[in-house]
């Protein structure tokens, strides 16, 4: 999955957090669950973008 994908699926679930948020609260189980699934875009992403820089 490239970069640009990834970013576009982290935006998408993004605004499907906040919707679900806004309807059932923070604390509902779906906004955890969403919460969760964006936590494990990020971390993907971010996973992605350490190994293209080179450390010292």
């Known amino acids: 999955m ?3 994908d990834l ?3 982290i935006e998408q679930k993004r605004l499907e957090l906040i919707q679900v948020a806004m309807k059932n609260g923070l604390a ?3 906004a ?3 919460s969760q699934e964006l936590d494990h875009l ?3 992403y971010h996973r992605k973008l350490s190994q293209k820089i080179p450390t010292h």
């Open 28 to 30: 509902s189980s779906t």
């Open 32 to 34: 955890i669950k969403y």
């Open 42 to 44: 990020l971390n993907e």
């Open 7 to 9: 970013l576009n699926l």
């Open 2 to 4: 490239s970069n640009k």
